[in-house]
């Protein structure tokens, strides 16, 4: 079974910063693409930003400059970087990876997790 857990989520003021975790675990053999996205009460799931194995990194366009993603292989781990948060940031975010199990290393299976829920207000 693949798991990925989230962290770091919470209340923050407007121009505040949080760090998000995402853990991956399980029977892992390699992981490519992680990224982070989110969705907002009402509104549809959309993507924050995404890097590769080897950190080639892509930003939805009103995170540039505010937000930053990074990883740890050798953790299973990845990160994003909120910084200047706004109370439209208001989200559940949600760490998405795409793994491939040592039962078949040649498929790349899409995991989700439960989701971190970061509120910005005063």
């Known amino acids: 079974q693949l798991l990925l857990v989230e962290s770091g989520g919470g209340l923050v003021q407007p121009g505040g910063s949080l760090r998000l975790s995402c853990v991956a675990s399980?029977?892992?053999?390699?992981?490519?693409?992680m990224g982070w996205y989110r969705q907002a009460p009402g509104k549809e799931r959309e993507s924050v930003a995404t890097?590769?194995?080897?950190?080639?990194?892509n930003y939805a366009d009103s995170m540039k400059g505010r937000f930053g993603i990074s990883r740890d292989n050798a953790k299973n781990t990845v990160y994003l970087q909120m910084n200047n948060l706004k109370p439209e940031d208001t989200a559940v975010y949600y760490c998405?990876?795409?793994?491939?199990?040592?039962?078949?290393?040649?498929?790349?299976?899409?995991?989700w997790g439960q989701g971190t829920l970061v509120t910005v207000s005063s």
């Open positions: 998405n990876a795409n793994i491939a199990t040592i039962h078949n290393r040649y498929r790349y299976l899409e995991v």
């Open positions: 399980g029977s892992i053999s390699s992981i490519n693409a």
């Open positions: 890097i590769t194995s080897g950190g080639r990194t």
